[in-house]
């Protein structure tokens, strides 16, 4: 007899899902053991908690573009799971959650569904067989994709070991994926009336923006995680009006590295050739930058501002914000808008914004050769990575300095991608994206560069999962494991010295001290120790060079300051200053 579970788990395989990342619980055991019975159902990946299920189900959809998904029982497991969602929804990642529902059920749907309405884009407790593997998964995986966030389907047990229905709905409605894989940020069509549409491009707002950027000079490109499709279009229009581009940090991997006039990451604790850009300029061009910090655009009135979004809910101004809005299909918009621009590149302009990214890149470099003492410099450890980073690496960061190394020293080229946690700068996040990352791209060399804070506030358990893949896992390109061993909780220490002059507050900041490298071999698992300055090339080279996963551990200064700590040209603190850069806690 064929159960509900069995059509359910064939049709999330028909909805683009390729793994499910969960915990196990008796109210979803029928789902579990369906998603075990063949090669026509997704593969069932058992993580060590239910937020680091969730966190491998949006790192899959922010790799992929294709719908991430995790399952976990109900009651605890979806408090747990709301960690990973909410990442999930403020990276606007599209994440499909299947929970278990409570034996009983109560008025306004029980907990479960309130918790996760707060979070979800959409939200449904199904009421019976033919709504499970039929409409109902229909509706959330078009709500996952079109609104771009968490939809979550509340499923009963007696609901899935029930019979199928004999008629079915046939495979899910306007889902197309061809074509679909590794192009994150694309949103298939739905007929849902949920799912917002959006014209190919405002032929009246893109000829008023193409004045605009054509006649103001000193223009700067930010483009944003929604952007990231039409990137080609803005490097285009930049190149036409001498504009320098910077990118959030979500939008990290949108265009290579060694493009002159790219800026690097637009953060409140990002690159300060970006900064300095967006200060300076007279004309600004926001392309899917629904992601970008408010408190980075230049004052009003100062500088002219367009914005190329899809939807106008997508755009970062406040609604009464005086910008250009131009609304459509984003790479149709800025194709449209390019032929139109008049006038030539602003060539002073440009002149002083390479003269800009050249003049970072090279303090950046200066700072990564630097080290006292005995102990590495974390700047070197991901300096000298990008000298090695293979083709088509997968580099996910943490939220703590680890992320402002990978800001400030990581160099991607064309092909490579980055992952992390952006608004909510989730710590722990690094592994499980590494893990889903893994998964999902096995031909791809994956690194996760993560501090030792993160990696005992998490990451540790899911190294467990690791190793519980290791065979399939050990014939692969590199999985490598960055860990940055400072004994610290080194961002937060930094944000004190930078704002009040004080490098500790005992027990609040300090990491405990653990082997890391020991413990990874202790759990089965290659691992590799570096402590000297010296070593940090070779060390990397013995990492890359082998197959598989691999702990590498570095022992790191917790006094290298990040760029928004140190004054400028030196590696020492600012004495009580704030820096310009300094933003909220990450």
């Not at 959330?140 to 029930?162: F, K, Q, Y």
Request: with cysteine; proline share 9%.
């Amino acid at each position: 007899m064929v159960k509900v579970s069995d059509r359910l788990a064939a049709r999330l395989r028909d909805a683009g899902v390729g793994r499910v990342y969960g915990v196990p619980g008796p109210a979803v055991d029928p789902l579990l053991r369906a998603l075990g019975r063949g090669p026509g159902v997704p593969e069932f990946i058992q993580a060590r908690g239910a937020e680091s299920a969730a966190l491998m189900a949006c790192a899959e959809a922010k790799l992929t573009g294709r719908p991430g998904c995790c399952l976990a029982p109900p009651g605890a497991g979806v408090l747990r799971l709301l960690g990973g969602l909410y990442d999930a929804a403020a990276d606007r990642a599209p994440v499909l959650a299947l929970v278990g529902a409570d034996p009983e059920p109560r008025r306004g749907g029980g907990p479960a569904v309130r918790h996760l309405a707060a979070v979800s884009v959409w939200c449904e407790e199904v009421s019976g067989p033919e709504l499970v593997a039929g409409d109902a998964l229909d509706r959330a995986v078009r709500a996952a994709l079109g609104d771009r966030g968490v939809a979550s389907l509340i499923l009963p047990h007696g609901t899935l070991t029930a019979p199928a229905p004999s008629v079915m709905p046939g495979p899910p409605r306007c889902l197309d994926f061809s074509g679909l894989s590794g192009s994150p940020g694309i949103r298939p069509p739905s007929a849902s009336a949920s799912v917002r549409t959006a014209g190919a491009a405002d032929v009246d707002g893109v000829r008023r923006a193409a004045a605009v950027l054509g006649g103001g000079g000193r223009g700067v490109v930010v483009i944003g995680n929604a952007g990231r499709a039409a990137s080609g279009q803005a490097a285009r229009v930049a190149q036409v009006l001498g504009a320098g581009v910077a990118t959030t940090a979500l939008a990290r991997d949108a265009l290579p590295d060694d493009l002159p006039y790219l800026a690097g990451v637009a953060g409140p604790l990002g690159s300060e050739a970006a900064a300095a850009l967006l200060r300076d300029c007279a004309t600004l061009l926001l392309v899917g930058a629904e992601d970008l910090d408010r408190a980075l655009l230049p004052a009003p009135g100062r500088c002219r501002i367009v914005t190329v979004d899809r939807h106008p809910d997508d755009c970062p101004l406040d609604p009464d914000a005086s910008a250009l809005r131009v609304n459509g299909e984003v790479s149709a918009c800025l194709e449209a808008l390019l032929p139109l621009l008049r006038g030539g590149p602003d060539r002073g302009w440009a002149v002083r914004v390479e003269r800009t990214v050249r003049a970072w890149r090279a303090a950046g470099e200066t700072r990564a050769r630097r080290y006292f003492g005995t102990s590495v410099n974390p700047r070197s450890v991901v300096a000298e990575l990008s000298e090695r980073l293979p083709d088509r690496a997968v580099v996910t960061t943490d939220s703590g300095t680890a992320l402002d190394w990978w800001t400030r020293h990581l160099r991607l080229r064309t092909g490579m991608r980055s992952l992390l946690s952006g608004h909510l700068a989730l710590p722990g996040a690094a592994v499980p994206y590494a893990v889903a990352a893994r998964f999902a791209a096995p031909d791809r060399p994956v690194i996760a560069l993560v501090g030792d804070g993160a990696l005992q506030g998490g990451g540790l358990n899911e190294l467990i999962t690791v190793r519980r893949h290791l065979d399939r896992l050990a014939g692969l390109p590199p999985l490598v494991f960055c860990v940055f061993n400072n004994g610290d909780l080194n961002r937060l220490t930094w944000q004190r010295r930078a704002a009040e002059g004080d490098p500790l507050i005992p027990l609040s900041a300090e990491v405990p001290a653990l082997p890391y490298a020991r413990w990874a071999q202790l759990a089965g698992l290659p691992a590799v120790r570096c402590d000297r300055p010296r070593h940090v090339g070779s060390a990397w080279d013995d990492a890359l060079g082998r197959r598989g996963p691999l702990l590498l551990e570095f022992v790191v200064d917790g006094e290298t300051p990040p760029d928004w700590a140190a004054g400028p040209g030196t590696d020492r603190p600012r004495p009580k200053a704030v820096s310009r850069l300094m933003g909220p806690a990450g």
